[in-house]
């Protein structure tokens, strides 16, 4: 069983930064692959990035490329979201998630543990 606590969220103007954690509960976490997902109002959830349980491998997807970083520290039972250059089109809630393998991955349905979410609001 992992439990996951996201933090970090917030009210930014666009432009600015924000730096998500996700606090992981659990001996597996050094072994699994972490995913940040995120969903606005009246939007499906979307796969955001994805980060390999060694840390070597990253995803992302493409409208956040060059400005958001997933990373982690396995020794904190952590995984981080460093969001740059925010835009109001990244105003959602964000959702950390554990999968059940090593890999990173795109589809939510691998992921089998998720945090409660935190939300980050981008104003124009």
């Known amino acids: 069983q992992v439990q996951l606590v996201e933090s970090g969220g917030g009210l930014v103007q666009a432009g600015d930064s924000l730096r998500l954690s996700c606090a992981a509960s659990?001996?597996?976490?050094?072994?699994?692959?972490m995913g940040w997902f995120r969903q606005a109002p009246g939007k499906e959830r979307e796969f955001v990035a994805a980060?390999?349980?060694?840390?070597?491998?990253?995803l992302y997807i493409d409208s956040v490329k060059g400005r958001f970083t997933i990373s982690r520290d396995n020794a904190k039972n952590t995984v981080y979201l460093q969001m740059n250059s925010l835009k109001p089109e990244d105003t959602a809630t964000y959702y950390c998630?554990?999968?059940?393998?090593?890999?990173?991955?795109?589809?939510?349905?691998?992921?089998?543990?998720w945090g409660q979410g935190t939300q980050v609001t981008v104003s124009s």
């Open positions: 659990g001996r597996t976490f050094s072994t699994v692959a």
């Open positions: 980060i390999s349980a060694s840390g070597g491998f990253t």
């Open positions: 998630a554990a999968a059940l393998h090593v890999a990173p991955v795109r589809t939510s349905r691998e992921y089998a543990y």
